[in-house]
């Protein structure tokens, strides 16, 4: 198995919206989706992520209150439990102290596992559930099986599994006849070694503050220890197609929802007509709070080198921040920037407030509106963000982006100084050392030419050339059809756009 879990994480799909199959993709920490439009490349982004979305609901909802009943239980079970320093992969992300230990549920009571393995279970119920409703809602259908369009095949059913093997970590969520199910395995308890020793303490049932304590610590480590594994779906952010438009509108649409709220005398939910990633999008531009900036160097790079400005959030009186676009000595709101700018602004806002190294960034078509030259440069920005940890998927139509990823493969062979050398990327990115190893990245082709989408894996590596087949034959195509009306033209065939006599 590999020590990196996020290579691991595989996808497969059957029957599922215009999809008729996808086998064994890997997500990795630079996957790319790209084909022909309304192929089914976003339908596999979404679903990632509102899978995220449902396991999040489930972390922050899960009841774990009603199991407080057996709190002394496990707290005592503690006591007689083995406990010891743990040897784990350092991106397991239950603690980053050095002083964690480890407690094995199996070294434990009868009593203690049959609790544990109660919750377990119950927990892989409500996550089931909750990832099913994210699931229907993000896609806007009564069911998961409404979004099953082969009936002519004979599939009436949507099929899909997502799982991750792994040294350490083992689940599987998969929808099957028409319902959708999690297992996982059950992980060590981590503690922090201060809490465990005060769980595995005799406390004076009177010391009703200490108890308490102890049992909003001890509940809160069995729940990470059973979301933890899940890790590698947290975090996700989406970037719709759609976010240009909504950053040139945000302004007016902020100031109209605080002006509905004003005017109905009290606070409370207004819908917003639009679907739910774009909705949840909104969202987390609400969410930015320009009091806590993050320091990611990444995001001044593509300001440098791609918008020759800098993406400012600014108090509002609204409430909510106004993002402007300033460039020496001028600031104008992003509404009034080009759309290059408010297309790339959200990622730079995002990175700059909002996101953090190791989370997932899902960006359909990131080479809109943009120059050739420039979707290389993002391209390089991409890579970039996957050198300093975090994770990019991406749904594409460029070739331009994606013969840059491959020379990005192609050049990690090479020493650091003959990437910035040979590469020439602009005076920015040239001072970053920018590859990307043949198994972070992960590019798939959808191809629908027989009237429903097959994905394949497109292989990249050191000494492959990406060549695009469908753009080399709409360039053939559109060659031919100029070759023709030249011909047309010389055979005297037209004259002032009328036929010859």
């Not at 304590?213 to 952010?237: E, R």
């Not at 106004?322 to 959200?346: C, G, H, K, Q």
């Not at 997932?360 to 920005?381: D, G, N, R, S």
């Not at 331009?400 to 602009?426: H, T």
Request: aromatic share 10%; glycine share 4%; hydrophobic share 40%.
């Amino acid at each position: 198995m590999s020590s990196n879990p996020h290579k691991d994480l595989m996808l497969n799909v059957e029957n599922f919206g215009p999809i008729a199959e996808t086998q064994n993709m890997l997500i990795k920490p630079m996957t790319v989706f790209v084909g022909p439009s309304n192929t089914g490349k976003s339908y596999l982004a979404i679903l990632l992520y509102a899978i995220s979305r449902g396991l999040g609901y489930a972390f922050d909802r899960f009841p774990l209150e009603r199991y407080f009943e057996h709190f002394p239980t496990l707290r005592s079970g503690l006591r007689d439990m083995p406990f010891y320093s743990p040897v784990t992969p350092p991106d397991v992300p239950y603690h980053r102290e050095e002083d964690v230990v480890q407690y094995d549920w199996d070294q434990s009571s009868d009593e203690v596992q049959r609790i544990i393995k109660s919750i377990h279970r119950d927990w892989l119920a409500f996550a089931s559930n909750a990832t099913s409703n994210s699931i229907t809602g993000f896609f806007d259908v009564s069911r998961i099986d409404d979004l099953a369009t082969q009936p002519s095949r004979g599939h009436t059913q949507a099929v899909f599994n997502l799982c991750l093997h792994h040294d350490l970590f083992d689940w599987n969520i998969a929808c099957n006849n028409g319902r959708l199910e999690t297992k996982s395995r059950i992980l060590p308890l981590l503690l922090r070694e201060s809490v465990g020793m005060v769980l595995a303490t005799e406390v004076d049932e009177r010391d009703t503050e200490l108890n308490r304590f102890s049992m909003f610590q001890l509940f809160d480590a069995v729940a990470t220890s059973f979301g933890a594994q899940f890790h590698t779906l947290d975090h996700m952010t989406y970037f719709p197609a759609a976010r240009s438009g909504i950053i040139a509108s945000y302004r007016t649409l902020n100031r109209n929802l605080i002006a509905n709220i004003a005017r109905s005398g009290f606070e409370r939910e207004i819908a917003i007509p639009y679907n739910r990633i774009v909705n949840d999008f909104l969202e987390n531009l609400l969410r930015i709070d320009v009091r806590d900036p993050n320091s990611e160097q990444i995001a001044e790079i593509i300001e440098s080198s791609l918008m020759n400005g800098e993406i400012k959030a600014i108090n509002s009186q609204y409430g909510a921040p106004e993002f402007v676009y300033a460039r020496n000595e001028l600031s104008i709101p992003l509404s009034r920037s080009s759309s290059m700018v408010t297309d790339l602004a959200p990622i730079v806002l995002f990175l700059k407030h909002f996101i953090r190294v190791g989370h997932l960034l899902i960006i359909e078509e990131p080479e809109a509106h943009l120059h050739p030259a420039a979707q290389q440069k993002v391209a390089a920005a991409l890579a970039l963000l996957v050198r300093s940890g975090f994770r990019v998927l991406i749904t594409t139509h460029s070739h331009y982006m994606v013969e840059q990823i491959s020379d990005f493969v192609a050049a990690s062979n090479l020493s650091p100084e003959k990437r910035r050398e040979l590469l020439r990327l602009g005076p920015v990115l040239e001072e970053e050392d920018i590859y990307l190893n043949e198994d972070e990245v992960g590019v798939y082709g959808f191809d629908n030419s027989s009237g429903s989408t097959i994905v394949k894996n497109i292989p990249f590596d050191e000494s492959f050339a990406y060549v695009p087949e469908d753009h080399n034959q709409a360039l053939t195509e559109q060659f031919n059809r100029n070759v023709r009306i030249m011909r047309a033209q010389q055979n005297g065939h037209s004259v002032n756009g009328h036929d010859a006599e």
